[in-house]
T-cell receptor
Framework: GAVVSQHPSRVICKSGTSVKIECRSL??????MFWYRQFPKQSLMLMAT?????????EQGVEKDKFLINHASLTLSTLTVTSAHPEDSSFYIC????????????????FGPGTRLTVL | AQKVTQAQTEISVVEKEDVTLDCVYE???????LFWYKQPPSGELVFLIR??????QNEISGRYSWNFQKSTSSFNFTITASQVVDSAVYFC????????????FGAGTRLFVKA
C-alpha cells in the first residue's frame, strides 16, 4: 500500500507559539507533498506544494513566513505554523505522490489523516 | 480557471433512498482528472473514484455509480439504497497540470442519511 501518516493528530497551543506538523510517507518515497488547510465545514484549500530538496511553492494568499514548509527527505515534510493565532485553528491535511509531478500521466496522491490545530 | 462546483450544500435522505450528488467543473485543460472523496466525521479522506478526461464511461461499484459527461462538464455521483454509514461530506475534485499539478476541491456536500 501507500500510507501517509501525520503527527500529531491533534494539537492545542497557546497564541504566539509555533507548532510543527509532520507528514510522513511510511512505505514509499514521496517526491512531492502537498499541504491543505480545511476550516470547519469548508473545503480543502491547497496551501503549498513541496518537492524534496527544494523550496515549497505557495498558493496565492498563503504567507510563506507564517507557514514554513520543509521537505528535507523523501519520506518527511514538515509544516510549521509560526506565531500561531486563533485564526490559524484549522484541520491541516498533507498528501504525497510517489513520483515527480509531470504532465505525462496521473500520479496518485495519497492523503494523510489530518492534524487538527486549535490555537487558544 | 480551474473550478469545481458542488451546488448542494447539504442533503438529507431516509435510509434506502437513492441520492445523487452533483458536481460541475471548469477547466481549459484537455487532460485532467476528476475525483470523488468521502470525508467521515473522523476527517480522513477516503478515495472513491478517479476518472481521466478521456474516459467518459460511467462506472458502478456496488451501491455507488458515477456519471461523467464532458458535454455538460459534470461528474455526478449516485448512491443507491443509501445507508446511515453513508453519512459524510463528499468532495468532488479536479486535478490538472495548469501551473503545475494541483487538485482543486469543490465545497463539498454534506449527506445525512436517517434511519
Amino acid at each position: 500500500g501507500a500510507v501517509v501518516s501525520q503527527h500529531p493528530s491533534r494539537v492545542i497551543c497557546k497564541s504566539g507559539t509555533s507548532v510543527k506538523i509532520e507528514c510522513r510517507s511510511l512505505d514509499f518515497q514521496a517526491t512531492t507533498m502537498f499541504w491543505y488547510r480545511q476550516f470547519p465545514k469548508q473545503s480543502l484549500m491547497l496551501m503549498a506544494t513541496s518537492n524534496e530538496g527544494s523550496k515549497a511553492t505557495y498558493e496565492q494568499g498563503v504567507e510563506k513566513d507564517k507557514f514554513l514548509i520543509n521537505h528535507a527527505s523523501l519520506t518527511l515534510s514538515t509544516l510549521t505554523v509560526t506565531s500561531a493565532h486563533p485564526e490559524d485553528s484549522s484541520f491541516y491535511i498533507c498528501s504525497a505522490t510517489k513520483y515527480p509531478v509531470s504532465s505525462s500521466g496521473y500520479n496518485e496522491q495519497f492523503f494523510g489523516p489530518g492534524t487538527r490545530l486549535t490555537v487558544l | 480557471a480551474q473550478k469545481v462546483t458542488q451546488a448542494q450544500t447539504e442533503i438529507s435522505v431516509v435510509e434506502k433512498e437513492d441520492v445523487t450528488l452533483d458536481c460541475v467543473y471548469e477547466t481549459r485543460d484537455t487532460t485532467y482528472y476528476l475525483f470523488w472523496y468521502k470525508q467521515p466525521p473522523s476527517g480522513e479522506l477516503v478515495f472513491l473514484i478517479r476518472r481521466n478526461s478521456f474516459d467518459e464511461q460511467n462506472e458502478i461499484s456496488g451501491r455507488y455509480s458515477w456519471n461523467f459527461q464532458k458535454s455538460t462538464s459534470s461528474f455526478n455521483f449516485t448512491i443507491t439504497a443509501s445507508q446511515v454509514v453513508d453519512s459524510a461530506v463528499y468532495f468532488c475534485a479536479l486535478g490538472s497540470y495548469t501551473g503545475g499539478f494541483k487538485t482543486i476541491f469543490g465545497a463539498g456536500t454534506r449527506l445525512f442519511v436517517k434511519a
